[in-house]
């Protein structure tokens, strides 16, 4: 079975521009978290989708980061404008709804020049 | 702020060694879940024990929990090369335990 696939696997891009990462979560999943990783402030959980609708957006730094979970099948993560500090690894991870385990893609290691 | 804290930091043991890494927590949770992180890697679900277990077994794994003393432990029986790793702890804060919130880690290394 194919697990959580994330895209691109790494992306540097300069202060400033906008930045989009991309997400396909396994198939049958109803649950989708986008997580980022720092070596100061760990695994954040950013924004929690269920049934593609957004549940929990607390986590969400700034305006600056937006979300959005089209169908079933895809998610995506936009920062415009991107800033030196967005610098980290971010994570997509997905799972059935209900005391079960998420399932991790490999990340995006992002670098904001 | 990280609801876990795994303890120690970072654990260097031999191979075939046991290698015990424990997690505190301060909230009520509904579960408790231990992840592996391979260098450059996703995180992978190792186990998962609910608030009314006390232990859960997995191969060579064994987690505890004592949610009186808001705590868990991993424990990893006869250690390979191939453990080597962070281990994280991640507890369920929502009612569906969808939402977990992880510690900062141990990392694990296991010498040949």
């Known amino acids: 079975d194919a697990g959580v696939i994330q895209s691109p696997r790494h992306e540097v891009t300069e202060m400033g521009q906008e930045v989009t990462l991309r997400c396909k979560p396994i198939s049958g999943h109803n649950s989708l978290f986008w997580y980022r990783q720092t070596m100061m402030r760990g695994l954040e959980l950013l924004i929690y989708f269920n049934n593609n609708v957004p549940i929990d957006d607390s986590g969400m730094p700034e305006d600056r980061f937006s979300a959005k979970m089209p169908n079933a099948s895809f998610s995506t993560l936009k920062i415009q404008p991107s800033e030196p500090r967005d610098s980290a690894v971010y994570f997509c991870?997905?799972?059935?709804?209900?005391?079960?385990?998420?399932?991790f893609g490999d990340g995006t290691r992002l670098s904001i020049l | 702020s990280q609801q876990g804290e795994e303890d120690p930091q970072a654990l260097s043991i031999q191979e075939g060694e046991n290698a015990t890494m424990n997690c505190s927590y301060k909230?009520?949770?509904?579960?408790l879940q231990w992840y592996r992180q391979n260098s450059g890697r996703g995180l992978v679900h190792l186990i998962l024990?609910?608030?009314?277990?006390r232990e859960k077994h997995s191969g060579r794994l064994r987690v505890t929990l004592d949610t009186s003393k808001k705590s868990s432990s991993l424990l990893i029986t006869a250690s390979r090369a191939a453990d080597t790793a962070s281990y994280f702890c991640a507890t369920g804060r929502d009612n569906a335990g969808n939402m977990l919130t992880f510690g900062g880690g141990t990392r694990l290394m296991v010498k040949p």
């Open positions: 909230t009520s949770i509904n579960n």
């Open positions: 991870a997905s799972s059935a709804t209900g005391f079960q385990p998420q399932h």
């Open positions: 024990i609910r608030s009314n277990e």
